[in-house]
């Protein structure tokens, strides 16, 4: 079982920085591929952004491509989401999920096993 706590969410101006952090339970978090969700208001689950297990590989959706990354520390069971340039269509609930199968791909919300319960972000133009 893996339990998964966003946190960092929070209202800031277009064009601001905001860092959100997920902690993970479970000895084996260094070995699980990591993503981050948004999902606005009427609109569906979408793919942000991705990271393996090693940290080596990274995953951007198109949309944040050069304002957000990812990171992570297997020594502290935490996967970071920095965003940078934000924009008001950034406005979701923020969501951290892990991967611990073995499926191809990372961008699809069914491929993950575990989520958490999500970190607002609100982007005021």
């Known amino acids: 079982q893996v339990q998964l706590v966003e946190s960092g969410g929070r209202l800031v101006q277009a064009g601001g920085s905001l860092r959100l952090s997920c902690a993970a339970s479970?000895?084996?978090?260094?070995?699980?591929?990591m993503g981050w969700f948004r999902q606005a208001p009427g609109k569906e689950r979408e793919f942000v952004i991705a990271?393996?297990?090693?940290?080596?590989?990274?995953y951007y959706a198109d949309s944040v491509k050069g304002r957000f990354t990812i990171s992570r520390d297997n020594a502290k069971n935490t996967v970071y989401l920095q965003m940078n340039s934000l924009k008001p269509e950034d406005t979701a609930v923020y969501y951290c999920?892990?991967?611990?199968?073995?499926?191809?791909?990372?961008?699809?919300?069914?491929?993950?096993?575990?989520w958490g319960q999500g970190t607002q972000v609100t982007v005021s133009s």
């Open positions: 479970g000895r084996t978090f260094s070995s699980y591929t």
């Open positions: 990271i393996t297990w090693s940290g080596s590989t990274t």
């Open positions: 999920a892990a991967k611990t199968n073995q499926a191809m791909g990372v961008s699809s919300a069914r491929l993950y096993d575990y």
